[in-house]
């Protein structure tokens, strides 16, 4: 009993350490979200080839448009391809660019994308808690702090999300475009009279990405 308190106090006074000193917070907060991150969407993202019928339909129109410079109609072997949004081919072939063509480009924009994902899921946690002790007049900063860990390592490491988040395709990128929707309208719909519109702003620019 007195080794479960001995960590539990430990534990207590390094995030009240953390709570009390903004740079030790980013830092710590964006080192763990960076190792998440990497070991779910980054690690040997490109060590394997394409994957099924669809990623190298993505993969191939991307090119198309980094070899031709039309970035306004997305083709497939002479066709055009109009079946999906066009933001997913941009990002594919900014990537071709930045990296040349290879499963690395053409899987990075999803991984971007859930990375995104849990950084705007571990800040929603964080303001959220961090309202309730506001209003509740505690300063709670182990809960706080400990629950937005855990809610960005569970969401990286969802077989989902790793899934999609390691694929080319456009799954990922629309998943992060309306869950950022939603969490910019709960962050402006639950925030003081001012934060709403920018929450809506935020919700209305992440929607019409998607």
């Keep these: 009993m007195s080794m479960k308190l001995s960590v539990k106090h430990t534990v207590d006074q390094w ?82 660019y930045i990296l040349g063509v290879n499963e690395w480009a053409v899987r990075l924009p999803s991984a971007i994308a859930a990375f995104g994902l849990i950084c705007l899921a571990f800040y929603t946690v964080q303001w959220y808690f961090a309202k309730q002790d506001e209003l ?40 992060g475009c309306i869950a950022s929707a939603l969490l910019c309208f709960f962050l402006g719909y639950a925030g003081k009279e001012g934060s709403r519109e920018q929450g809506s702003r935020g919700a209305g620019d992440a929607g019409g990405a998607a």
Excluded: H
């Design 136 to 175: 509740e007049q505690v300063s709670r900063p182990t809960r706080r702090y400990l629950t937005s860990f855990i809610a960005a390592a569970l969401m990286a490491l969802n077989p989902e999300t790793i899934i999609w988040a390691r694929t080319g395709v456009s799954d990922m990128l629309l998943t």
């Design 15 to 96: 995030f009240n350490k953390i709570a009390k000193n903004p740079g030790l917070s980013v830092t710590v907060s964006g080192l763990w979200l960076m190792v998440v991150g990497w070991i779910a969407f980054g690690w040997n993202l490109g060590n394997i080839g394409l994957i099924d019928e669809t990623e190298p339909l993505f993969a191939e129109a991307s090119r198309q448009m980094f070899v031709t410079g039309d970035w306004i109609t997305p083709f497939f072997n002479g066709e055009t391809r109009f079946d999906k949004p066009a933001l997913i081919y941009w990002c594919q072939a900014i990537a071709y």
